[in-house]
């Protein structure tokens, strides 16, 4: 049995994001603990954790972890990992994980696989996927030397536990204390985005428009029908850069990397830097007037026409469909 961490962060709710669930479900059979940096979970959130096999909850303290910072959390995490005895140590794809882990791997002196897709167990051992290439490769990764391993897993890719843990964790929560020096770079204010919706990254549904989309006011119909379907909305660089949506809402290379159920991409060509971000979307649907277009060969499905007048079909045929 392998001993495992999971450096949680929370979401709106103070619940810990899904992707801790999912790789709570990955790992079921092994001994495992969960950390969140600065502040704990709910009572709620906490009950799911233990649902799930959680052991320990540890909620790591300092007064310097009152907010983000690389080195804070670095620390944080670094105390915990040597104290602990860990064989791996897991966290999500996130833009924190994505920005700290590399971070405590130097720290650690271990290595880091990142943005795994996919694991699996042979007894204590891990065996990862993860892509390169912007998405057009796999590898298969197997962790060596004595570890502990640091390893993220990018949010939606595994999905979530069929089943809850056989046996319950016992899911104490505890509060250590942990010993961070000085932190250089401090984050001074958080302005959170407008939009009530749920993060990109995490979304379960995403509409994304593209350089068609031709302005700003006509992402409204993407809105529309995101708000119908329970959607967050993305966007291509094309449309980024030609300022019709903010940069938080590309997808892509250079932008987020999603892994929704659903991706229904509206006037999207399909470069390869676009695909980079949403291929292991479970279902994509492309709407372009192009019967041409490389997003048709990634596609799921395909409606060849003029996404202004596919997509508010679409909203009114799903506001039928589900009743609203
Ligand atoms: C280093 C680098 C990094 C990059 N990173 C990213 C990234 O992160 N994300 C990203 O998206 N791109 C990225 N790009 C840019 C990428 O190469 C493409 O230029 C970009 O994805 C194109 O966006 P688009 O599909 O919206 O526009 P276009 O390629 O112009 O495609 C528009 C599509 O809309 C269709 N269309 C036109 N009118 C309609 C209509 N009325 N109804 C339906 N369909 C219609 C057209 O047939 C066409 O297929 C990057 C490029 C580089 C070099």
Not at 63 to 78: F, I, N, T
Not at 95 to 107: N, Q
């Amino acid at each position: 049995m392998a001993k495992i961490l999971i450096v949680s962060e929370l979401n709106q709710s103070s619940l810990p994001k899904s992707v801790t669930i999912e790789i709570l479900g990955k790992c079921k059979g092994h001994q495992i603990d969960v950390a969140f940096v600065g502040a704990g979970p709910s009572e709620a959130g906490s009950k799911m954790l233990a649902e799930y096999g959680a052991q320990n909850i540890l909620v790591l303290k300092s007064d310097k972890l009152s907010s983000y910072s690389c080195e804070g959390y670095s620390a944080a995490v670094k105390e915990v990992a040597k104290s602990g005895g860990y064989h791996y140590i897991f966290t999500g794809a996130t833009a924190a994980g994505k920005d700290y882990f590399p971070r405590l791997s130097a720290e650690l002196q271990t290595g880091l696989a990142s943005d795994v897709t996919n694991f699996t167990w042979e007894g204590d051992k891990f065996f990862g996927t993860r892509p390169f290439f912007a998405g057009k490769c796999l590898a298969k990764v197997e962790m060596q030397g004595s570890g502990p391993h640091l390893i993220s897993i990018r949010p939606n890719a595994l999905g979530m536990p069929t089943e809850k843990a056989a046996a319950a964790g016992a899911g104490k929560v505890s509060d250590t204390a942990v010993n961070v020096s000085e932190v250089k770079a401090l984050v001074k204010s958080i302005i959170k985005a407008a939009s009530s919706k749920v993060d990109l990254t995490e979304a379960n549904v995403i509409v994304s428009g593209g350089r068609a989309m031709k302005n700003a006011e006509n992402f409204k119909i993407l809105d529309e029908l995101a708000d119908v379907i329970g959607a967050t909305v993305g966007a291509s660089r094309a449309a980024v850069d030609s300022g019709f949506a903010p940069h938080a809402m590309q997808v892509g290379q250079t932008g987020k990397t999603v892994s929704p159920s659903l991706y229904i991409a509206c006037g999207i060509s399909g470069s390869i830097q676009h695909l980079a971000g949403m291929r292991t979307s479970k279902v994509i649907v492309a709407v372009n007037t192009d019967p041409e277009a490389p997003i048709f060969t990634r596609a799921d499905y395909g409606i060849v026409g003029d996404l202004f007048k596919i997509v508010p079909i679409l909203t009114k045929e799903f506001k039928a469909l589900l009743g609203k």
